[in-house]
């Protein structure tokens, strides 16, 4: 029997395939997914997750960059996260939130403030400031922006013990899209 070799080649097949099947079109190693209905989009993030080769990383940025630098992260409450890294999750709900977090926007309105999650017999749980769920429960939809998931090649990351679904890689990487 041939043994299957795993390649970046086969995964980005994989994507499009998956692309593909949404009927979703890739211009210049992105995919525009604004006019689609949140229910598409996560089935559509949920279908990549299934298959297990790729993780998610979530940027609101007004930029769309072509590679994603490692950062000095800031998490003391678990051993991995406070590396010179990027980061990505295995879920989708995540990086899918913090692509739409008005970082920018938050920042104008408080000094300082808290956005985190964790998950709970497979529930995410979004935990917010006091200053930051004000504005939520106010309705202020300025909270919210356009930003980027970037889909990333889970064979470059390390998935630390105490990370959950969160990987890491101390490594520059190139998403595929």
Request: charged share 30%; proline share 2%.
């Amino acid at each position: 029997m041939e043994k299957k070799i795993k390649t970046i080649e086969s995964d980005k097949g994989y994507f499009q395939k998956i692309a593909d099947q949404f009927g979703l079109e890739i211009v210049d190693d992105h995919l525009d997914l604004r006019s689609h209905s949140n229910k598409d989009v996560m089935r559509f993030f949920n279908t990549l997750a299934e298959s297990k080769r790729f993780l998610f990383h979530g940027a609101n940025s007004e930029e769309r960059f072509n590679t994603l630098e490692t950062r000095q992260a800031n998490d003391a409450s678990k051993e991995s996260g406070n590396k010179k890294a990027v980061y990505a999750s295995e879920g989708t709900i995540a990086p899918l939130a913090t692509a739409l977090w008005n970082k920018r926007y938050l920042r104008s309105k408080a000094k300082s403030f808290v956005t985190g999650w964790s998950s709970d017999k497979g529930k995410k749980i979004f935990k917010f400031s006091p200053n930051i769920y004000e504005l939520l429960k106010s309705g202020d939809t300025n909270m919210f922006s356009d930003g980027y998931v970037y889909v990333l090649n889970k064979d470059n990351f390390v998935n630390a013990e105490d990370a959950g679904t969160e990987w890491y890689s101390e490594n520059d990487q190139k998403p595929f899209v």
